[in-house]
């Protein structure tokens, strides 16, 4: 008997309705220009993928602190609001809701790539042990960070809001996973402070809870989506009860009635797939805490996917190495056609090689 497809359904997030289940999932690749702003390659890489019910950017970073590598699109600018513009009119030419990933990643950068030549600037002065940064000249040690003071920072979340609004985005996601900033408050081991952002769990998710309430100053809250990596200990990610941590942040997060929750599965440490971690929690458990859309992304075909949807876990998919490989992914679904698979040169920084140069199903004749 031939399964009927959820993937293609609609499903509503936000209060706006889209096509079809399947999401192009945030994904760094590096080809923005050297301050940040979008150029037209991305416009093209973005049009290409249009065919996803839902574009999420790529991590996108609030202030010029906010970043770890070069050639990381920045939404801080008037000269990057204006180059999002046709980047994000791409993305939506067929219909997508288009979201803009708002990123910090905290104690992840290094001094080198600091406007000030410091080192950057986190919840507590800890370093990250056991992953090495990828600098220009190749992997060093993390540094120890410097404290920070958040209310520069929950501002500037603030103002990036505003500037993706301006820029035409639908919503913003809040990356609150893989231990970018907003996860090193979360997480006991990267959160020692003494102030009201440190310490019992209520305290440690308050810098999450007043980025959002300051994103509501300038987006409805029903266009705020929010990131999380609950069973993720990559870069150093630890905490002594994830099981606790992140089940009370999902069930505050569902009181304020966020546009949708996105779920990384335990599978995933940043980029790459690994095995599951000791004592990693399903991601079911999460979503079942969610009354709202939940995405879960990580690892999935077009049969895992339909599965997932099937029992209830997630209301939408996203398909990350997938989608790089296969710009036009569902149309591939779609026909059951084969997939091209992900060149490794090419996938952070360059040109179109590894880029835009993955071609659609007509193109290539398969
Ligand atoms: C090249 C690359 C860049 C990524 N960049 C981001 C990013 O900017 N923000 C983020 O939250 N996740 C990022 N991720 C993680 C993906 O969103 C996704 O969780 C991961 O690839 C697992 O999904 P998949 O198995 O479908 O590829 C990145 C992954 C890859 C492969």
């Known amino acids: 008997m031939e399964q009927r497809s959820r993937l293609f359904e609609t499903v509503t997030v936000g209060g706006q309705q889209l096509r079809n289940r399947m999401v192009l999932p945030p994904l760094t690749r590096s080809r923005a220009s050297d301050d940040g702003v979008p ?28 970043s770890a590598y070069a050639r990381v699109p920045g939404i801080y600018s008037a000269e990057q609001v204006a180059g999002w513009l046709p980047v994000v009119e791409a993305a939506g030419r067929d219909g997508a809701v ?101 310490g019992p769990l209520e305290n440690r998710m308050r810098f999450l809870l007043e980025v959002i309430t300051e994103i509501a100053r300038y987006l409805p809250m029903e266009r ?24 009370t942040v999902v069930r505050t997060l569902n009181g304020m009635g966020v546009a949708y929750l996105h779920l990384v599965e335990p599978e995933i440490a940043g980029s790459t797939t690994v095995d599951r971690p000791a004592g990693f929690i399903p991601t079911a458990e999460f979503a079942a ?10 690892g999935h075909s077009q049969a895992s996917a339909e599965q997932l949807l099937a029992s209830g876990t997630a209301d939408l998919v996203g398909f990350g190495r997938l989608f790089i490989a296969n710009p036009d992914l569902p149309n591939r679904f779609l026909a059951n056609a084969p997939l091209q698979p992900l060149r490794p040169a090419g996938i952070y920084g360059g040109g179109p090689e590894g880029y835009t140069d993955y071609p659609a199903l007509a193109a290539s004749g398969t």
């Not at 958040?150 to 893989?178: K, P, R």
């Open 98 to 198: 288009v979201y803009a990933q708002l990123w910090h990643v905290g104690r992840q950068s290094h001094s080198s790539v600091q406007p000030d030549g410091l080192p950057p600037k986190a919840p507590s002065a800890i370093p990250i042990t056991g992953y090495q940064y990828r600098s220009a000249h190749g992997r060093i040690p993390y540094e120890t960070p410097r404290e920070l003071t958040t209310a520069e920072i929950v501002q500037a979340y603030g103002i990036a809001a505003a500037n993706s609004a301006a820029a035409g985005f639908d919503g913003v996601e809040l990356h609150a996973a893989n231990g970018y900033l907003i996860d090193q408050f979360l997480n006991d081991g990267s959160n020692r402070r003494t102030d009201h952002y440190g």
């Open 289 to 298: 805490l969610f009354d709202g859309p939940v995405i879960v992304t990580g």
């Open 224 to 247: 705020i989506g929010v990131r999380l990596s609950p069973s993720s200990d990559w870069m150093d990610a630890h905490d002594t009860d994830k099981r606790t941590l992140y089940s």
């Open 39 to 66: 150029t037209a390659l991305m416009a093209e890489y973005y049009r290409q993928r249009a065919g996803a019910g839902m574009v999420i950017s790529e991590g996108t970073v609030i202030t010029p602190q906010a």
